[in-house]
């Protein structure tokens, strides 16, 4: 059974830092990319970054460059994404998805909030 269960979100104040965790099982961890998606109330989902499967390349949105980083441990399982200089603008639903060709997962997400 495929499960991405996303840990580390909350309320945090303008300028502050989490870490998000994904804990993947089911399927072949290290033959997957891995993707942080985000998606804000009234907005669209959106990609926030990428990491390949074996972790040599990133790609992260223009939004979040800078302050985001994503990172990957084959063989727990699991993807990082850190977030600092944290703006009320990244306030959304953090999900983790992974994708090998023509399967994709999704995380349930879960819940940043950015505000003082």
């Known amino acids: 059974q495929v499960q991405l269960v996303e840990s580390g979100g909350g309320l945090v104040q303008p300028g502050g830092s989490l870490r998000l965790s994904c804990a993947a099982s089911g399927f072949t961890f290290s033959s997957y990319a891995m993707r942080w998606y985000r998606q804000a109330l009234g907005k669209e989902r959106e990609l926030v970054a990428h990491i390949s499967n074996d972790g040599r390349m990133t790609t992260y949105a223009d939004s979040v460059k800078g302050r985001f980083t994503i990172s990957r441990d084959n063989p727990k399982n699991t993807v990082t994404l850190r977030m600092n200089s944290l703006k009320p603008e990244d306030t959304a639903v953090y999900s983790c998805?992974?994708?090998?060709?023509?399967?994709?997962?999704w995380g349930q997400g879960t819940q940043v909030t950015v505000s003082s």
């Open positions: 998805n992974a994708r090998y060709y023509v399967q994709n997962y």
